[in-house]
């Protein structure tokens, strides 16, 4: 059996991904960090196959121990603190974490497969944030980047340092760049949780107002589900490479509220909206879309649902969800 090591299995992706590599017959290790972790145990109660082992990307030898108890063929660095807007108000420990943390799962890497013929394959989240002030539209594997956060300076150097041992090690090592992807899974403190949460707690009674940053902004969203493959898919390629997924379509903040209202038959949204200063950022992305055309025709990777169809798959679960929590029959 192939065995795969992921950083971040509490969070949206480590939950996608560990499914995925479980259904290809994969043994799963997920690495935890802290103490008695709150989060763990959900992932426990939902995927009872997942080996977890303590860990933590501050901490090289806790990652050196955590890769010789699994003894992983494939890494997948999903760890990071992944919210954009606390960035900027934890801007060392982002640094500390989304960028040297995965540095030092290199050089764990290293010390535990050897510095050359190393036989483990590494994947790094790498992210469309690092494009930021975009230099060109649609945004390529090519296109500079122009980081407006601490996130995306992380992500940068966390990019770059993958590049680096690569090319100076021969480390198996790749970087998907992807642009947003959502679903039901996401934390409820990015902006499309957030929004078809509300939208479902508005519609059920439980909630009148829905209160937003900026609403101007465009991104390219996709389904989550789908771009763990892309990462697994990068992983089995003959040769290491970086690569950008996406859907190729961009939408506004104001199009995803519209839609999520209108989801619900909710045509007067805007009297349910209010924009509050304190969701701004310091420096926005204004807008992202990128260009999946090298996964499309190297990895054979194209994306599945539609935006449409993952805002109705969101707003749908937040519907059930709200309505057992409050004991509504839909
Ligand atoms: O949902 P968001 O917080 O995601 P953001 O900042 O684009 O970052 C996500 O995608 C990146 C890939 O590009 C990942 F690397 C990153 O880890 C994360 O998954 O915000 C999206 C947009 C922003 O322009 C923000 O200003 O929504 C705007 N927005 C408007 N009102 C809001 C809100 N964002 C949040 N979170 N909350 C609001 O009330």
């Not at 707690?201 to 900026?214: A, D, P, T, W, Y």
């Not at 055309?293 to 798959?313: C, H, I, N, T, Y």
Request: overall charge negative.
């Amino acid at each position: 059996m192939p065995r795969a090591f992921i950083t971040g299995i509490t969070g949206q992706d480590g939950r996608h991904l560990a499914e995925f590599l479980h259904g290809k017959g994969y043994d799963v290790y997920g690495m935890v960090k802290g103490q008695n972790n709150p989060r763990a145990q959900s992932v426990i109660d939902e995927m009872p196959f997942v080996e977890l082992v303590p860990g933590d990307l501050a901490d090289l030898p806790s990652l050196v121990a955590a890769l010789e108890l699994s003894q992983p063929d494939e890494v997948y660095n999903l760890g990071a603190i992944s919210f954009v807007a606390l960035s900027f108000n934890q801007a060392e420990l982002t640094a500390n974490l989304t960028g040297l943390g995965v540095l030092r799962m290199l050089e764990a890497i290293r010390m535990i497969g050897g510095t050359h013929d190393n036989p483990i394959r590494f994947y790094q989240a790498s992210s469309s944030e690092m494009f930021g002030k975009v230099r060109e539209t649609p945004q390529t594997e090519s296109t500079p980047f122009h980081p407006r956060s601490p996130y995306g300076c992380a992500k940068v150097f966390g990019h770059d340092i993958v590049v680096n041992y690569r090319e100076s090690y021969g480390l198996f090592a790749c970087s998907g760049i992807l642009f947003n992807h959502e679903g039901p899974r996401r934390g409820i403190e990015f902006v499309t949780r957030k929004v078809t949460n509300a939208v479902a707690r508005i519609k059920l009674g439980l909630q009148h107002e829905l209160v937003l940053g900026n609403l101007d902004a465009k991104r390219d969203w996709g389904y989550a589900g789908d771009y763990v493959k892309a990462m697994w898919l990068m992983l089995q390629q003959d040769e290491p490479d970086d690569y950008v997924i996406a859907t190729g379509e961009t939408h506004s903040i104001e199009e995803l509220v519209e839609r999520a209202f209108a989801e619900v038959e909710i045509d007067n949204w805007r009297d349910y909206v209010r924009q509050d200063p304190k969701f701004f950022r310091p420096a926005e992305v204004d807008l992202l879309i990128g260009d999946p055309s090298k996964a499309r025709e190297q990895l054979g990777w194209k994306p599945e649902v539609s935006f449409p169809d993952l805002v109705s798959m969101m707003v749908q679960n937040d519907l059930q969800l709200e309505a057992a929590k409050a004991g509504i029959e839909l």
